[in-house]
């Protein structure tokens, strides 16, 4: 029985444990079109605690495109998430979640998007 311990205790400490790489991602959402945007905020699997917090974007220039910068050193291969507009109003109603995957390496992403359309654009540096 000890020798199980052991090995087990051994085994742990041998295990793989993923590099966490910083991931640096602008979230840009136009919403010009969409009526009454007072707010658009992003809730997802990556917040604390999962999907209850919503992360406010921003629209400084009033040009109709909210914005956010979220940077977290994570292993994790791929995010979910969606757009919240006015606190509690989900875009992608009966739809999948949004998906954004990630390479395992440092990465600076810009994801634009329409609320409400499933189409986005990526570009990645």
Not at 73 to 79: D, R
Request: glycine share 4%; proline share 4%.
């Amino acid at each position: 029985m000890r020798t199980l311990f052991i090995i087990s205790i051994l085994f742990g400490l041998t295990s793989c444990v993923q590099k966490q790489h910083i991931k640096e991602v602008t979230i840009k959402v136009d919403t010009k079109g969409i009526q009454d945007v007072k707010t658009i905020g992003v809730k997802g699997n990556f917040t604390s605690p999962r999907w209850k917090v919503e992360i406010p974007l921003t629209d400084d220039d009033n040009d109709g495109v909210f914005e956010a910068k979220l940077t977290q050193e994570t292993a994790v291969s791929s995010i979910e998430f969606k757009l919240v507009k006015n606190n509690s109003i989900y875009e992608l109603k009966g739809k999948p979640n949004r998906v954004l995957k990630f390479e395992y390496k440092p990465e600076t992403i810009v994801y634009k998007v329409k609320y409400n359309d499933p189409e986005f654009t990526i570009k990645r540096n």
